[in-house]
């Protein structure tokens, strides 16, 4: 599968964003989608994953509250809408997808054999 993020820019603290990552093929519903960010010198973060074949979703708990993952499967999209962004949401936003994970590595980058290119998020004080 092929992955398009999309959906950054420059918001104020308080502000919303809605970030997109479309999937190419047909089988969409087989993959556990997650969305991952990188703050610049730093590592790649899980930030939440919406898993196949059920309505399940997992967050860390920073965005707990403030992010939704939805996955439109006719559109083999999924979705990031962030809200009362801050700061330190400020980081480069990767998509990523995989078929074969299970819960305990879901936070783990290294269980994801498939990368969207990454779309930047700055949030400005």
């Known amino acids: 599968v092929q992955l398009q993020a999309s959906g950054g820019g420059l918001v104020q603290a308080g502000g919303s964003l809605r970030l997109s990552c479309a999937a190419s093929?047909?089988?969409?519903?087989?993959?556990?989608m997650a969305w991952f960010r990188q703050a610049p010198g730093k590592g790649r973060d899980f930030v939440a994953a919406?898993?196949?074949?059920?309505?399940?979703?997992h967050y860390v708990d920073s965005v707990k509250g403030r992010f939704t993952i939805s996955r439109d499967t006719a559109k083999n999209t999924v979705y990031l809408q962030m809200n009362s962004l801050k700061p330190d949401d400020t980081a480069v936003y990767y998509c990523a997808a995989d078929t074969t994970l299970i819960l305990s590595s879901i936070q783990n980058p290294s269980a994801y054999n498939y990368w969207g290119q990454g779309t930047l998020v700055t949030v400005s004080s």
């Open positions: 093929g047909r089988t969409f519903g087989r993959y556990t």
């Open positions: 919406a898993f196949r074949g059920s309505s399940s979703t």
